[in-house]
């Protein structure tokens, strides 16, 4: 049985939190960015774009046996790294599970604030992309 998104939010934040500085668990989350499968150049249309962020982000999300799987790409190295880190947080989750979670994962681990308001807004909607998505 796959963990609940709370769970795995929990373990991701367990891992990351040996890391004593807030500062390195940005980097070790922006290095995360290769565990999600991106999309090709062409997939990168209007109907994939994120509204609300100020760097370019694409998100395309496909259901399959009832769980949402997630392929991404960004144009900021950074912004990629926290949108991927999102979307590794939702990918393979239940949909109903991915639909209503809403992750503190930033906060818990001392990240967001660490991050200009404006980049915070971007990734809030990244999440509510992921919701809607789920939520068909």
């Known amino acids: ?3 609940t998104l709370s769970e795995r939010q929990a373990s ?24 999600v499968k991106t999309i090709l150049e062409a997939e990168r249309s209007d109907a994939a774009l994120v509204p609300g962020c100020v760097s370019r982000v ?3 999300g496909e259901i399959t046996d009832g769980r949402i799987h997630l392929r991404m790409d960004a144009e900021a190295h950074l912004v990629k790294g926290l949108a991927a880190f999102l979307c590794e947080l939702y990918d393979g989750a239940e949909i109903a599970d991915a639909a209503t979670f809403e992750t503190d994962a930033l906060e818990h681990l001392g990240i967001a604030r660490l991050l200009s308001p404006t980049r915070l ?6 999440c509510r ?7 068909g």
């Open 58 to 60: 694409w998100i395309i």
């Open 12 to 35: 991701i934040c367990e891992k990351l939190a040996i890391l004593p500085d807030p500062q390195e668990r940005l980097a070790a989350l922006v290095n995360r960015s290769s565990r």
């Open 121 to 126: 807004q971007g990734l809030s909607s990244v």
């Open 1 to 3: 049985m796959k963990m």
């Open 129 to 135: 992309r992921i919701r809607a998505l789920a939520a």
